[in-house]
Structure formats: structure tokens, C-alpha cells
């Protein structure tokens, strides 16, 4: 089965940009999305096919993928950025999450 | 507004049965393929199952294949996981979340269930 690696945890001082990587064979062959979880809350999307914001998400996320690695960058990072951050891709008829990164804004 | 709600979740003991439901509403159900993702405590998501919008295609990660089934009767806007010879690993909250597009990604999640399998 199809395998993606996330960083466990990212750091980054306020207003600073944080990068979190989105590791897999050939993942720049495929769709990436991202998701923002806070704790206590379901998942929120943040990034869809590699780049895409959905309506209401800051112009700060963004997101590319190429290679071996995906990465989504938080620019200006806020307190309010503090979450878990997780990458997906869909592979041979089966959703796939990363590990997960806490990201942590200092 | 869309909304996503779940029920069914509850303490079953190893090897029981629990069906979890998704009631839908603000958006055209049968437009859009929809998905369980699963949270054990403290961990990480795993995407669980999907389905088509007409149900004609389903799909399932290995560890639940032969156990879990997904269904959906757009006529009630409800989404469906019969969840049947449950095991300790199966404990999670279950989160059912509508496809913006095709399978993947999700755009709108429910707030979840949470099931704990336990003797």
C-alpha cells in the first residue's frame, strides 16, 4: 500500500512562514490535499489538488508538489495556525492520510 | 449551510455490531460521494470507506474489508457504515465528510461518533 510521511512536528515563531512536507514515491504524480484539524474539532480543508485554496481559507496557505515531496507553507504564521496537519492522496481506489505534523507557532 | 451529523456511535463488545449514520442536509446529496475517516484517541486520520454518489461503487481500506460496509439511500440524505465482528483496534471517532469532487478531497466533516469496543 501506498505510504506518506509527514514530519511529527514543525515549529515556527510568529509571523514567520512554517513549510510541512508530504513525503511518497512519485507523490507529484498525484493529487495532494490538505487538511487543518484543531483539537476537539473534525478536520478542516485547506489545500486540494496540490495548490488549490477552497473559499475561505487565507491567502497564506499554500501548497506545491513535484518529485518525491509535497509541501504545504503557512505564511505569516498566527496563533490561530497552531493545529495538526495532515496531507492525502487517493491511491489504488483507497483514501491515504499522512501521519500527521502538530504544528507549533512560537 | 451543510450540514453532517452523525449517530450510532456506542460501547460494543469485541466481536459485536454497530451501524453509524450520517443524516445530510444544505447540499444535493446524490451529487456528491461520500467518505468515513476514523480518529482513534490521540492518534492519527485513517480513511476508512467511500462511496459513489449512485452507490454503485464502493471502497474500503484492508483492515475493514469483509467487516465494514458502506451504503447510502439518497432518497433519505443519509450515508451508512455496518460495522460487524468489531475489534479493540476498531475503537475511534468516526467522522463521515462529503467529496468536493470526484472521491477525494473532503470539504464539509461532521463533528463525529465515537465508538469504543470494549469487553
Known amino acids: 500500500s501506498y505510504e506518506v510521511t509527514q514530519p511529527l512536528s514543525v515549529s515556527v515563531a510568529l509571523g514567520q512562514t512554517a513549510r510541512i512536507t508530504c513525503g511518497g514515491n512519485n507523490i507529484g504524480s498525484k493529487n495532494v490535499h490538505w487538511y487543518q484539524q484543531k483539537p476537539g474539532q473534525a478536520p478542516v480543508l485547506v489545500i486540494y489538488?496540490?495548490?488549490n485554496r477552497p473559499s475561505g481559507i487565507p491567502e497564506r496557505f499554500s501548497g506545491s508538489n513535484s518529485g518525491n515531496t509535497a509541501t504545504l507553507t503557512i505564511s505569516r504564521a498566527q496563533a490561530g495556525d497552531e493545529a495538526d496537519y495532515y496531507c492525502q492522496v487517493w491511491d489504488s481506489n483507497t483514501g491515504v492520510f499522512g501521519t500527521g505534523t502538530k504544528v507549533t507557532v512560537l | 449551510e451543510v450540514q453532517l451529523l452523525e449517530s450510532g456511535g456506542a460501547l460494543v463488545q469485541p466481536g459485536g455490531s454497530l451501524r453509524l449514520s450520517c443524516a445530510a442536509s444544505?447540499?444535493?446529496?446524490?451529487?456528491?460521494?461520500m467518505t468515513w475517516v476514523r480518529q482513534a484517541p490521540g492518534k492519527g486520520l485513517e480513511w476508512v470507506s467511500g462511496i459513489s454518489t449512485s452507490g454503485g461503487s464502493t471502497f474500503y481500506t484492508d483492515s475493514v474489508k469483509g467487516r465494514f460496509t458502506i451504503s447510502r439511500d439518497n432518497s433519505k440524505n443519509t450515508l451508512y457504515l455496518q460495522m460487524n465482528s468489531l475489534r479493540a483496534e476498531d475503537t475511534a471517532v468516526y467522522y463521515c465528510a462529503k467529496a468536493l469532487f470526484g472521491v477525494v478531497p473532503f470539504d464539509y466533516w461532521g463533528q463525529g461518533t465515537l465508538v469504543t469496543v470494549s469487553s
Open positions: 489538488r496540490d495548490s
Open positions: 444544505g447540499f444535493t446529496f446524490s451529487n456528491h460521494a
